[in-house]
């Protein structure tokens, strides 16, 4: 912990997006100092109330609390007129306004971008969608498994014939919230030369499209198709053998093996004479069967010791709990803890940048629902007769 300002210290963010890619892009922006306004239903965001993984919490469950650190939270009712009013009030003094509603809904609410622009020409609104703000997909669910499977990432990996395995992590969600924070970052800084504010449109389509630029770019340039082969290759446009293979007493990955060095410490003489970057794609699934074959007779740990001696890239494939307890992992701080008042002594993943003069840092935990809308409202210069009425209509509510 440190006193020195963060490095986006003095912006306000107001956050009016739910699930995940809209509240990690915005907590992100918070780890830097931002002032993150988090505008909720008076009854608390849905996910404040559905268990991730089954891992419910006191009063916040785990996943809004992995969401939504660094952030003050201002409970409107958006649909009542007095709710509208403070978020317009809110706007005036901010500089990013982040949201992720169905196409539709932001312009229903008064809160799209003409509307909001107009009473702060200097305003970064960020708008967040599935497949994009129009076209012939803006209405579909945009739900991470969904996004993964449409972008074709999916079948560059396993057994041709097999189904496509997703990935093991909420894939599109996270990097379409590392998109938008760039976004944002981007058009801050365009401000900072222009003062100028505009809109800035972010899909979970695209986002996961991009990512793919090597591989796309093989596909589109190159002309190489995508087949998979009969083994579990872990990526097709990778020579063999690539990916995770069993041993006697768990799993390793290896990869861009010099095919004769590795035929000599898994013992596999077939090996000797080929030429990786030819035979490494001409004979892929022999290779990987060979390679599966041999591996399976020994642990993961002489595995390591001899093919790592020898040049190999290979390493072990670890467990959540592998993960928490690496050394490397202690060594990064790559892990923070902090106290939260209902939820006590928190662990959880930190931040995945170091700033020498402006380091990332956590003031606050996961907010309770309108746990700030007095204090917000306050600042906005709102009196206390006035603050009062919103309370009383329900416009407004909080501790």
């Known amino acids: ?102 196409p539709g809904v932001a312009a229903r609410l008064g809160l799209d971008y003409e509307t909001l622009s107009a009473i702060n020409p200097a305003l970064v609104y960020v708008s967040i969608s599935g497949y994009g703000e129009t076209g012939p997909y803006r209405d579909r669910p945009g739900q991470d498994l969904l996004l993964q499977a449409m972008s074709g990432a999916m079948l560059s990996a396993g057994r041709q014939g097999e189904p496509p395995s997703p990935a093991g992590q909420y894939l599109a969600d996270a990097v379409t919230a590392s998109t938008a924070f760039e976004a944002v970052l981007a058009a801050l800084l365009h401000r900072e030369r222009t003062g100028e504010g505009q809109l800035v449109t972010v899909n979970m389509l695209d986002a996961l499209t991009t990512l793919q630029m090597q591989e796309l770019s093989v596909f589109t340039i190159g002309n190489v198709p995508q087949e998979r082969g009969t083994e579990p290759n872990a990526h097709v446009y990778i020579r063999a053998p690539y990916g995770v293979f069993a041993t006697s007493d768990g799993y390793l990955a290896l990869g861009f093996a010099d095919l004769e060095t590795l035929g000599r410490v898994i013992g596999e003489p077939s090996f000797e004479g080929m030429d990786p ?29 001899e093919l790592l001696a020898a040049g190999i890239w290979a390493g072990p494939v670890y467990s959540y709990q592998d993960l928490v307890d690496d050394p490397q992992i202690a060594h990064n701080g790559t892990f923070v803890e902090y106290d939260h008042p209902t939820e006590g002594r928190i662990k959880t993943p930190g931040f995945p ?47």
């Not at 600042?379 to 009425?389: F, H, M, P």
């Open 1 to 102: 912990m440190t006193d020195t300002p963060g490095v986006l210290s003095g912006y306000r963010v107001v956050d009016c997006s739910i699930a995940m890619a809209g509240p990690f892009a915005a907590q992100r922006l918070g780890d830097l100092g931002a002032d993150v306004i988090k505008v909720e239903p008076t009854a608390g965001e849905w996910q404040r109330f559905a268990a991730a993984g089954g891992a419910a919490g006191n009063q916040i469950n785990v996943s809004f609390l992995s969401l939504n650190r660094n952030k003050r939270s201002l409970a409107v009712d958006l649909k009542s007129k007095g709710g509208t009013e403070v978020i317009r009030e809110l706007v005036a003094s901010a500089d990013v306004f982040l949201q992720n509603y169905r």
């Open 277 to 305: 970057e030819v035979e490494g794609w001409t004979h892929r699934d022999e290779l990987y069967a060979k390679t599966e074959a041999r591996l399976a007779t020994r642990p993961t740990a002489v595995w390591l010791d």
């Open 353 to 399: 940048y170091v700033f020498s003069k402006t380091p990332a840092r956590i003031d606050r935990g996961a907010p309770l629902v309108g746990e700030h809308s007095r204090e917000v409202l306050a600042e906005l210069g709102l009196n206390g007769e006035r603050v009062d009425a919103l309370f009383s209509s329900g416009a407004v509510a909080g501790s």
